[in-house]
């Protein structure tokens, strides 16, 4: 068990390029998070997955920010024409977690730093 | 949506004892509570579910008041280890698997 590993850590991108961030969850796990952290705020929820679904994600997301999960295991998260308030960590994370049953214990990747020029 | 946490920051000596509170405006499912220090990932302490049930850490303890909506983090016998931010997550009846952070209390535990 490695834990939850995302990459790149840092990025930096000038203002209207494309962004995409993988996040590796822990093996068995079939439930993984896509959250945004800004200075002195906690983790924002974006989306999240059980298995290959895409369960729920987040009304104040823009229509430019995409995600995927598609066999179940790694996650891609994409941001298009980035924009300057894009800038924060993104972070990921996974559970061991079954439908009929609330959020388990989520653990968190290292996360992506993303600065927008 | 986003639970209030307070106070919004606290400094301790070692060996001091101190609470953080959590509150919500909607009626809760459970309560998760994380530390993350400077530049690191959140890690997992404990979560609260409603009908009383716990799970995590032996040496910090929490609360869940359900008809209040609230929860609290007790830090006892504070070491320096236990520096960081505390960020609880509050996951709503209906709105079930994912969480709200609240915007985290600052520990300082000083020698």
């Known amino acids: ?32 998070y896509w959250y945004r952290q800004t200075l002195g705020q906690g983790p924002e929820f974006l989306t999240y997955f ?21 066999k179940g295991s790694f996650s891609t998260l994409e941001i298009q024409r980035t924009e300057q ?13 079954y439908l009929d049953r609330g959020a388990d214990t989520q ?11 | 949506q986003q639970p209030v946490q307070s106070p919004q920051a606290v400094i301790l000596r070692e060996g001091e004892d101190a609470v953080i509170n959590c509150s919500s405006s909607k009626a809760l499912y459970s309560v998760h509570w994380y530390r ?3 530049g690191e990932a959140p890690v997992f302490l404990m979560i609260l579910l409603k009908g009383g049930e716990q799970k995590g850490h032996d040496k910090i303890s929490a609360s869940f008041n359900e008809k209040k909506q609230q929860s609290s983090l007790y830090l006892t016998a504070s070491q320096l280890s236990y520096s960081g931010t505390y960020f609880c997550g509050t996951e709503i009846l209906d709105s079930w698997g994912k969480l709200q952070f609240g915007a985290g209390t600052q520990v300082v535990v000083t020698p």
């Open chain 1, 50 to 70: 059980q298995n290959e679904a895409q369960l729920e994600k987040s009304r104040l997301l823009s229509d430019r920010f995409s995600a995927e999960r598609p």
């Open chain 1, 1 to 32: 068990d490695t834990g939850v590993s995302q990459n790149p850590r840092h990025k930096i991108t000038k203002r209207g390029q494309n962004v995409t961030f993988r996040c590796d969850p822990i093996s068995e796990h079939n439930r993984l």
């Open chain 1, 107 to 117: 653990y968190f990747g290292p996360g992506t730093r993303l600065t927008v020029l």
């Open chain 1, 85 to 97: 308030g894009d800038s924060a960590m993104y972070l990921c994370a996974s559970s061991l977690t």
């Open chain 2, 36 to 38: 993350q220090k400077h």
